[in-house]
C-alpha cells in the first residue's frame, strides 16, 4: 500500500524537516498550477519519469519552465539509451503516484531504489520548492536543502546537474 500525504507529512516530521501545505483543487499540468502563485510563493517544478532503453529508472525533477532535452539527457546523467516516459502502471507499481501527482516525495514509496533521481542544478537555487506530497490536490512547500535530506532518507541520493537543452526538448 503507497504512502499517504499523511505517512509522508510524519515521516518529514521525524527527519525535522519543516513543510507547509496548501489544498486545492486537483491539478494535473504545469498551466493549471501557475493559476496558484499567489498563493504559493517559492519554486515551481515539472517531474518528468523516465527510463531508459534497459528499463533503468529516473525521475528529473526540474523548474517549470525548463526545456528539458529528452534526446541527449540519458548522456548526462549516465543512462543507457534516450529515454521514453515510464507508464502509469510502471509508475504507480514503483512511485506510488498517479500521473498528474509525479513528485520527488513517491521516493518513500521505492523501499527497492529502483528510480535514480536527477534534480535540475537551477531549480536546486530556490530556497523554497514546491511539489504535490503524493496526490494532485495538495502543493506542498520544503527547503531545498530538505529536499536532499528527505532523498538521501529514503535511500535515493539526488544528482544535481544540470538538465536543460534544445534539441526535442519537453516544454
Do not use: C
Request: glycine share 8%.
Amino acid at each position: 500500500m503507497p504512502a499517504s500525504p499523511e505517512d509522508l507529512f510524519a515521516y518529514l516530521g521525524r527527519l525535522g524537516i519543516a513543510h507547509s501545505t496548501v489544498d486545492h483543487p486537483p491539478l494535473f499540468t504545469v498551466e493549471q498550477s501557475q493559476a496558484l502563485r499567489g498563493r504559493i510563493p517559492g519554486g515551481h517544478t515539472k517531474n518528468l519519469f523516465l527510463k531508459d532503453k534497459k528499463d533503468a529508472l529516473f525521475l528529473v525533477v526540474a523548474q517549470e519552465d525548463t526545456k528539458v532535452d529528452l534526446k541527449g539527457l540519458h548522456r548526462v546523467v549516465g543512462a543507457t539509451g534516450r529515454f521514453s516516459f515510464g507508464s502509469a502502471n510502471l509508475l504507480e507499481e514503483v512511485w506510488g503516484v498517479l500521473p498528474g501527482s509525479v513528485t520527488p516525495f513517491g521516493a518513500l514509496n521505492d523501499a527497492e531504489g529502483r528510480v535514480t533521481v536527477v534534480l535540475d542544478a537551477e531549480m536546486m537555487r530556490h530556497d523554497i520548492l514546491n511539489y504535490h506530497p503524493l496526490v494532485n490536490t495538495k502543493t506542498t512547500a520544503i527547503a531545498s536543502a530538505d529536499l536532499i535530506k528527505f532523498l538521501e532518507a529514503t535511500g535515493h541520493p539526488p544528482r544535481i546537474t544540470v538538465v536543460t537543452g534544445e534539441s526535442d526538448a519537453f516544454p
